[in-house]
């Protein structure tokens, strides 16, 4: 018997939301061809104490029974979910908490400042995990082909795709059961990654492995990763890769045999060492003191500079070093920037942090800090380190460099260095660098036209510095700023604001060293 009542009233009331429907429609189709008078007793009952007292006010009447009809086209009509949908698990929790409402917004601004930029977005999230903290799932949730993220949002990378057992199989070591076939290109990278930081010869098997089934780019790909933790056991693995069928990871190959001081024959190579060695001239100074010294030798078309550039960025520098009749060290040493032209500086210092052994790198990169300090090129030093140096050891390098005082180009060059802030900078080595001095000019000039920053150029610069600085560097520069005439909302400073909130906001700091 209760069942035939419940059912009785479940369809009394579908039939008087079908009236509902139905009165709100006509009473529509009546605005729609201009009559504007409303009976309120032809109207939905439960209407009735809204609509009443207005009956004396037309104008009133008409206005609540419009927003009275699109509320209820809102109630009753939805969207049905779509026959593929799945059930999936829940959103699982991280190691730390959300991000607190009121800094969503601002997180939200400074997300949107980054402009889908991979190595801004790193570093965003990172000065959120210094703070224990992480971004809202609302506000951003990694994919399967996002790369370069803290390690504690895998969990929902894994989960948004339907991974998370394979997650856990990786969380655990347990790589002899995880199926790669199921993970993006970006999942193996940092998967793998992470293994050889822990465990490097047994990642460079997996890489290995997954290698000789892989197409040439992903496999090129693949064998980047070895440059972690990089060592002499590594070297069968890059043996059998100089006999691979792309010439991207012979090269490669053979770079990286070159860093770890094993230098391979190569009758094309040595060619080019020849060739080159012909646009090249070894000369004795005297003055001030006696040395050799590497120029330029004087070319007869733009073409052949092309080659040359092209040439010193290809070419094996042992090589290079045997045909000009010197050493390797002396080769590095000796070569001249100030007679070379640009391009071929920088193809050099490309190729040298790309092939060097560690001994010879070392000074060769005191001797571009020393010549190169004021060379707006001295940026193609920190791309070789970047690209060379683990995060942990291109921070280091960036620390030694501050240190040196030679770092002399813009705060988007700092940050090429460091995904986190840089806790061991002190408002001495900030304000005195020409980075800040040149920023604060420019803020200077832009703020004379009015109180916004407008300068395209400018926003970057304070978005890096709001990025890495440490929280008490943030908040003096943030004042400095203000004091030079800057709106506390001009939103070019939104990255400093966030870094200035959340030091207030979570007082249990733990920066990721």
């Not at 006509?26 to 809204?50: F, R, T, Y």
């Not at 939805?78 to 699982?92: A, K, M, N, R, W």
């Not at 020393?370 to 380190?385: M, N, Q």
Request: net charge negative.
């Amino acid at each position: 018997m209760s069942v035939i009542s419940t059912t009785d009233n479940k369809n009394e009331v579908a039939i008087e939301l079908n009236n509902a429907l139905n009165t709100a429609q006509n009473l529509e189709k009546k605005w729609l061809i201009g009559n504007n008078q409303i009976n309120v007793a032809d109207l939905p009952k439960q209407w009735h104490s809204v609509l009443t007292p207005l009956e004396h006010d037309p104008t009133k009447l008409n206005l609540y029974a419009l927003i009275l009809t699109q509320q209820q086209q809102l109630v009753t009509h939805y969207l049905s979910p779509s026959d593929d949908l799945e059930p999936t698990q829940d959103i699982p929790e991280l190691a730390f908490a959300s991000l607190g409402q009121s800094l969503r917004p601002l997180f939200n601004r400074v997300m949107a400042e980054c402009k889908n930029n991979s190595h801004s977005i790193l570093q965003l999230l990172n000065l959120l995990a210094n703070y224990e903290v992480c971004a809202h799932p609302s506000d951003w949730m990694p994919t399967e082909n996002t790369k370069n993220i803290p390690g504690c949002y895998f969990t929902w990378q894994y989960w948004a795709n339907n991974q998370l057992t394979q997650w856990h199989l990786i969380q655990d070591l347990q790589f002899d059961k995880v199926n790669f076939a199921e993970l993006s290109a970006a999942q193996i990278e940092s998967s793998l990654t992470r293994l050889r930081d822990i465990k490097p010869q047994v990642a460079g098997q997996y890489i290995h492995q997954l290698a000789q089934a892989a197409p040439s780019e992903a496999r090129y790909k693949l064998y980047k990763i070895l440059k972690v933790n990089l060592t002499s056991q590594d070297i069968p693995i890059l043996e059998v890769c100089l006999k691979n069928k792309s010439k991207k990871v012979v090269q490669l190959a053979t770079r990286f045999l070159s860093r770890l001081d094993t230098f391979i024959k190569d009758e094309k190579n040595e060619q080019l060492a020849q060739e080159l060695a012909q646009w090249l001239v070894v000369k004795t100074q005297l003055l001030p003191k006696k040395m050799t010294v590497i120029l330029p030798a004087t070319l007869n078309s733009i073409k052949q500079q092309a080659m040359r550039t092209e040439l010193i960025n290809d070419v094996a520098l042992p090589d290079l070093a045997e045909a000009l009749g010197i050493s390797l060290i002396e080769l590095c040493k000796n070569w001249r920037f100030t007679e070379h032209r640009e391009q071929d500086n920088i193809s050099f210092i490309r190729n040298a942090f790309d092939s060097l052994p560690q001994y010879i790198l070392e000074r060769f990169f005191e001797k571009c800090c020393k010549e190169l300090r004021y060379d707006r090129f001295f940026s193609a030093v920190l791309h070789g380190i970047e690209s060379r140096f683990s995060v942990q050891g291109a921070s280091e390098v960036l620390n030694y460099i501050l240190e040196k005082e030679v770092l002399n180009l813009g705060f988007t060059y700092w940050s090429l260095l460091a995904d986190q802030p840089l806790t061991h900078l002190t408002w001495l080595q900030l304000s005195q660098s020409i980075a800040w001095k040149e920023l604060t000019d420019d803020i200077k000039k832009d703020i004379s036209k009015g109180h916004y920053i407008e300068q395209y150029h400018i926003r970057p610069e304070l978005l890096k510095l709001g990025l890495f600085l440490p929280p008490s560097l943030a908040q003096q520069a943030y004042d400095y700023f203000i004091t030079l005439g800057v709106l506390p909302n001009d939103p070019a400073l939104d990255s400093l604001n966030l870094n200035i909130a959340l030091e207030n906001t979570y007082t249990n700091i733990t920066f990721i060293l």
